[in-house]
């Protein structure tokens, strides 16, 4: 979503004259675009900061000058703290007010002082959007955003807001765009994507399936994908389009964060390990083939061993095919934050560990249940090596083949011919001269 929105932020000052450069060093202003679901996300953006600091100093030394702004959740999250502890910074706003950088670099410019934009604004930030500039083969679309589930870890609904979903025909106009610069893949953004319901074009709300269907059948887009769904909100529409959308790639990122009843309540998840599992049973019942992802928390205040190896059987029921697993913290103005029976650092990592290796083990699996199959690989991006092409399979593995560069942008048949942790190795399936 971060990488989304910068790129929505760049498309908005590039009237003003703006366009990205590589180095700060290059820069009139540098905006860092700042998340706060990682651990000490505050504390990383006030170093970053010194380090812009520094920079700005050196250059107006030099008769330069350079704007700091801080965009996004932590900037939502902890603007008037920014503000105070970090006297250089120019601009800072919330995600949701980013379409207003236009008026804010004027406010800059004639009034001078500096700015602080953290509302939620009454208009819908997409419709005040220009056009999206070319984001290559593989690129991103934000249908949704927001969030009304409240898990009792997370800053998303105080830093993104209520759920909020854009018209149909809107995503429609953007995404023909997207396809019209070069786009073959389209993944849907949202915090909550699949709690997607927009406006459509018969005058009733969609759901994601319903979205998902229209995109697919626009010429020229092969690969579908969204992220990152709640297990509550996958309906029988969504489910459905695993089954029957062609487009709709077979890989899907479904958080469960624990398997514990116990635990999954005190998150406020609403929903049970047994709903998680009959859920996943659904979804591979209509795509036998899906590879499942997932998101976890170890160590949540409360979390005893059995409520930890209650964890470990779900991912041993399930069988992931990748997943990001971390220890509990507090997030501050969160309502876990404050709950009795935080858990000892050291047991968290113990626990961390042994969940990592499972799921390690998992992941190898699944790759190297791939070794002498064919997997259609949308090669986006040059190798590691030289003469070497990567992309991803359907089920989002990273492939790297040997291939000529004409073949970039291009999907294309591979026999895997290896299987590592993070990626696979393919040879082409049919020699190219
Ligand atoms: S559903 Fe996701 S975004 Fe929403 S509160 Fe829970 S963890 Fe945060």
Known sequence: MN??????????????????????????????????????????????????????????????????????????????????????????????????????????????????????????????????????????????????????????????????????????????????????????????????RGDGPDGTAWGLGALIRALAELPGLERIRYTTSHPRDMDDALIDAHRTVPALMPFLHLPVQSGSDGILAAMNRRHTADDYRRLVDRLRRARSDLALSSDFIVGFPGETDIDFEQTLALVRDIAFAQAYSFKYSPRPGTPAAGLDGQVAEAVKEERLARLQSLLEDQTIAFNRSFLGRSVDVLLDRPGRRPGQLSGRSPYMQAVHVAAPERLLNTTQRLSVSGAQPNSLEGTLERACA
């Open 3 to 196: 990488v989304y929105d910068s790129a929505r932020m760049a498309d908005v000052l590039a009237p003003l004259g703006y366009r990205p450069v590589d180095r700060p060093d290059d820069a009139d202003m540098v905006i860092l675009n700042t998340c706060h679901i990682r651990e000490h996300a505050s504390e990383k953006v006030f170093s970053e900061l010194g380090r812009l600091r520094r920079l700005k100093v050196e250059k107006a030394a030099r008769g330069q000058a350079m704007l700091i702004g801080v965009a996004g959740c932590v900037a939502q999250a902890e603007g008037q703290e920014i503000l105070a502890r970090a006297p250089y910074v120019d601009l800072v706003l919330g995600p949701q007010t980013y379409h207003r950088l236009p008026e804010m670099m004027e406010r800059l410019a004639t009034r001078g002082g500096r700015v602080l934009e953290t509302d939620f604004p009454v208009e819908p930030k997409f419709d005040s959007l220009p056009q999206s500039s070319a984001q290559g083969v593989s690129a991103f679309l934000s249908v949704q955003e927001g969030c009304d589930k409240f898990c009792t870890f997370c800053v998303v609904p105080y830093t993104r807001g209520a759920e909020y979903s854009r018209q149909v025909a809107a995503i429609r106009d953007e995404a023909v765009a997207l396809v019209g610069q070069g786009a073959r893949e389209i993944t849907l953004l949202g915090q909550n994507v699949n709690a997607y």
